[in-house]
């Protein structure tokens, strides 16, 4: 279960919506993600991880970053690279029913925090001005600027999703 902040420009009207939790459609953006790591994307070290490493989980978890600079957010996976602590081991809590995707496990934060320890975290950089983001708090996430203005907005309304 995901949910979408709702937002509308008090400036120029935009409507604009931030996604963050888990659904359905989660196991397929880690498998997309998994792949691009595993392709080399997001540099050499990880891609030796993923190779070399069995077992290795993402979060299929949609966060929400924000810029610590300028502002900017987006809302997207977290990509930290969890180790099972135990090397045969099998997920049991899978999202959308598949317990593999490309050898990729999509596993619930719950069980990458019991079960799994990180071995590698990733930080977003922001694409506008080149700072690292952070995980945005919950004031901010009620609280983000309009993409196409840049006016700060207070939300409007949250949707949940699956
Ligand atoms: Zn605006
Ligand atoms: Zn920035």
Redesign the pocket.
Known sequence: MGQGYHFICKQCHEKYSADVGCGIAQPMACEKAFSKIASGAYGAERKRLVEELSGIAVSGNLELYV??????WESTLDLTLYEPNEPDYVPEFTIGGETRWCGAPCVSDWELCQDYHVIKRYYHI??????R?HKASEQETLNLTCPKCGTLNWIDSIIMWD
């Open positions: 810029c610590s600079s300028c502002n900017r922001c694409t506008q001005c080149g700072r983001m």
